[in-house]
């Protein structure tokens, strides 16, 4: 089971880091992503990683300003959040997949539940 963390809120310019933890499976072999959706849009890539951690990509809105990285020791991936816009508001979810990068939330086989990041103007 993957468990997201780190959402809250904070004022535009700012930083969070989200964690995604896994729980009785090892995500070491999993390429892992996050998304988020607001209410009443589809869901939206946001960043993924292979395996390795050495491929990273990343959805156009969040180029430059978002960072993904994994610890395969901790079990967890987490989201690095710099320069954030309040149109970066959503619930930010964190997927596992076997295989290589997808940007589709329909390629991935496993979901956490969800952060709430609110980012204030």
């Known amino acids: 089971q993957l468990q997201a963390s780190g959402g809250g809120l904070v004022q535009a310019g700012g930083s969070l880091r989200l964690s995604c933890g896994a729980s009785?499976?090892?995500?070491?072999?999993?390429?892992m992503g996050w998304f988020r959706q607001t209410s009443g849009k589809e869901r939206e890539f946001v960043a993924g990683?292979?395996?390795?951690?050495?491929?990273?990509y990343y959805g156009d809105s969040v180029t430059g300003r978002f960072t993904i990285s994994r610890d395969n020791a901790k079990n967890t991936v987490y989201l690095q959040m710099n320069s954030l816009k309040p149109e970066d508001t959503a619930v930010y979810f964190c997927?596992?997949?076997?295989?290589?990068?997808?940007?589709?939330?329909?390629?991935?086989?496993?979901w956490g539940q969800g952060t709430l990041v609110t980012v204030s103007s």
């Open positions: 990683v292979s395996w390795s951690g050495r491929n990273t």
């Open positions: 009785g499976r090892t995500i070491s072999t999993y390429y």
């Open positions: 997927a596992a997949r076997v295989g290589g990068s997808r940007y589709e939330p329909g390629q991935y086989d496993y």
